[in-house]
């Protein structure tokens, strides 16, 4: 989830008095910007455990989502519910390619590992199988590789300038994963035990179906938490020029 769009809104803010004053100031026209704008992510990077309030970032050890869904034609629905992300403050910056003049961004980053946590409720075929389960659903992934691109124009409210998002994309690489949903076939041990056996022998197709949930996740997140900072300052507090 953090990071992408949202670094550059947190790690380019000017000083102004309600600002954190732990935010370096970042300059438009320094040709060294990407590097200031690591500087303040590493430096923020211990306070993403907790969350940041200043700056309405929530924990993101674990990160809690309230619901996600996934409708793969008539195939199969499903519904994820109290969602836990793990370790989103664990990542390495791959990319990160800026354009203030235009509103672009475009970031890619890797998490080493992440586990998703959540209640579920699935209905339809995957493999061979037809399912209609819910319980507890527990996934660990490995090598998660994110590619978020987004663009921006400029608004003008109340005589000042703000940074609209107008559109984001959002591309994902899953190196390994591991899921486990309990109580799929109800009380049947046995068979929800070779259940998630077949599904973890056959990850890579389950993993399609999922990749639409974890890109809604991390789309929803992003973008709602850099809307509301650029919805609160402007653009001649956000950035020096």
Same mark, same amino acid.
């Given at each position: 989830?953090?990071?992408?769009?949202?670094?550059?809104?947190?790690?380019?803010?000017?000083?102004?008095?309600?600002?954190?004053?732990?935010?370096?100031?970042?300059?438009?026209?320094?040709?060294?910007?990407?590097?200031?704008?690591?500087?303040?992510?590493?430096?923020?990077?211990?306070?993403?455990?907790?969350?940041?309030?200043?700056?309405?970032?929530?924990?993101?050890?674990?990160?809690?989502?309230?619901?996600?869904?996934?409708?793969?034609?008539?195939?199969?629905?499903?519904?994820?519910?109290?969602?836990?992300?793990?370790?989103?403050?664990?990542?390495?910056? !791959?990319?990160? !390619?800026?354009?203030?003049?235009?509103?672009?961004?475009?970031?890619?980053?890797?998490?080493?590992?992440?586990?998703?946590?959540?209640?579920?409720?699935?209905?339809?075929?995957?493999?061979?199988?037809?399912?209609?389960?819910?319980?507890?659903? !527990?996934?660990?992934?490995?090598?998660?590789?994110?590619?978020?691109?987004?663009?921006?124009?400029?608004?003008?409210?109340?005589?000042?300038?703000?940074?609209?998002?107008?559109?984001?994309?959002?591309?994902?690489?899953?190196?390994?994963?591991?899921?486990?949903?309990?109580?799929?076939?109800? !009380?049947?041990?046995?068979?929800?035990?070779?259940?998630?056996?077949?599904?973890?022998?056959?990850?890579?197709?389950?993993?399609t179906d999922l990749k639409p949930v974890i890109s809604e996740i991390v789309d929803t997140f992003l973008v709602g938490i850099t809307k509301r900072l650029f919805d609160k300052y402007p653009i001649e507090d956000l950035f020096k020029p």
């Open positions: 989830m953090k990071i992408f769009y949202l670094m550059v809104s947190l790690m380019g803010v000017a000083y102004c008095k309600k600002l954190p004053s732990f935010i370096e100031v970042c300059s438009k026209s320094d040709p060294k910007i990407v590097e200031c704008l690591k500087r303040n992510i590493e430096k923020l990077r211990p306070m993403f455990l907790k969350g940041i309030p200043e700056l309405q970032i929530p924990s993101m050890n674990p990160l809690q989502i309230p619901k996600a869904s996934l409708a793969n034609g008539n195939a199969i629905t499903a519904d994820f519910t109290n969602l836990q992300i793990y370790q989103l403050n664990d990542f390495t910056i !791959d990319k990160l !390619d800026v354009d203030l003049d235009h509103f672009k961004l475009d970031v890619t980053l890797t998490f080493p590992r992440l586990r998703i946590m959540a209640d579920y409720h699935i209905k339809g075929k995957i493999l061979v199988m037809d399912l209609d389960g819910s319980g507890p659903a !527990d996934g660990n992934y490995t090598n998660v590789r994110i590619h978020f691109k987004s663009e921006g124009s400029r608004n003008n409210r109340n005589g000042k300038n703000y940074i609209k998002i107008d559109k984001t994309s959002i591309d994902m690489e899953i190196g390994e994963a591991h899921v486990f949903f309990d109580r799929i076939f109800g !009380d049947n041990e046995e068979l929800n035990a070779n259940t998630n056996k077949i599904i973890n022998d056959n990850i890579e197709t389950l993993i």
